[in-house]
């Protein structure tokens, strides 16, 4: 299996821009999860899906942010318009029922200037 | 208050030398914990769960206590290769199972 796959690697935009982060997990995982990374904040959950269903959204930060999961193999999150503090790394992560732990992909990194 | 706060690190240590971190967290609902490894740069990868009655991999020893809500980590004979950020992670179960990472602790070993 190919892992959790992220795209883009880098973002570089300016403020005021749309952003949108891409996510496949891997294949037969039903939950998929985003989070963000930052020094001073840490790693913080934004959202989380099960069965492609939005189960918890407490941790999206305000309305410029949403995210979709269309289908099992595929999810999106959007920032509109971003702000030069929305820069990150942002994540997403799977898991399979009954797995132990998350597996995560390897991030992108948003820099809004 | 943070639902999982950890040492504040960095910790730097000669090559050899036996460290331990410390995590704490808030929730008595916490039903799982995990230790994840954090890379410069690169994704948290799960290094191992933590039992109720402690267990070892290795150089790495986790140990739980859930009176005090504590959980620790042991690295015994450290290596240049286990420099990293070491992350606490909780299941809080009784918010749909969503882990909840504490903040890291950088390790840095030194030859």
């Known amino acids: 299996d190919a892992g959790v796959i992220q795209s883009p690697r880098h973002e570089v935009t300016e403020m005021g821009q749309e952003v949108t982060l891409r996510c496949k997990p891997i294949?037969?995982?039903?939950?998929l999860f985003w989070y963000r990374q930052t020094m001073m904040r840490g790693l913080e959950l934004l959202i989380y899906?099960?069965?492609?269903?939005?189960?918890?959204d407490s941790g999206m930060p305000e309305d410029r942010f949403s995210a979709k999961m269309p289908n099992a193999s595929f999810s999106t999150l959007k920032i509109q318009p971003s702000e030069p503090r929305d820069s990150a790394v942002y994540f997403c992560?799977?898991?399979?029922?009954?797995?132990?732990?998350?597996?995560f992909g390897s991030g992108t990194r948003l820099t809004v200037v | 208050r943070k639902e999982v706060e950890q040492d504040p690190g960095p910790f730097n240590v000669p090559e050899g030398a036996t460290v331990a971190f410390n995590c704490t967290y808030s929730?008595?609902?916490?039903?799982?914990f995990f230790w994840y490894r954090q890379d410069c740069r690169k994704e948290p990868k799960l290094l191992m769960s933590?039992?109720?009655s402690g267990n070892e991999d290795g150089r790495f020893t986790a140990q739980l206590n859930r009176a005090s809500q504590y959980i620790s980590l042991l690295i015994r004979d450290s290596k240049l290769s286990d420099s990293a950020t070491y992350l606490c992670?909780?299941?809080?179960?009784?918010?749909?199972?969503?882990?909840?990472f504490g903040q890291g602790t950088e390790l840095s070993v030194k030859p």
């Open positions: 992560a799977s898991m399979g029922t009954g797995d132990y732990g998350y597996t």
């Open positions: 933590v039992y109720s």
């Open positions: 294949s037969g995982h039903d939950y």
């Open positions: 929730n008595s609902a916490s039903q799982s």
């Open positions: 992670v909780v299941i809080l179960y009784n918010q749909g199972g969503k882990l909840i």
């Open positions: 899906f099960n069965n492609n269903v939005p189960i918890d």
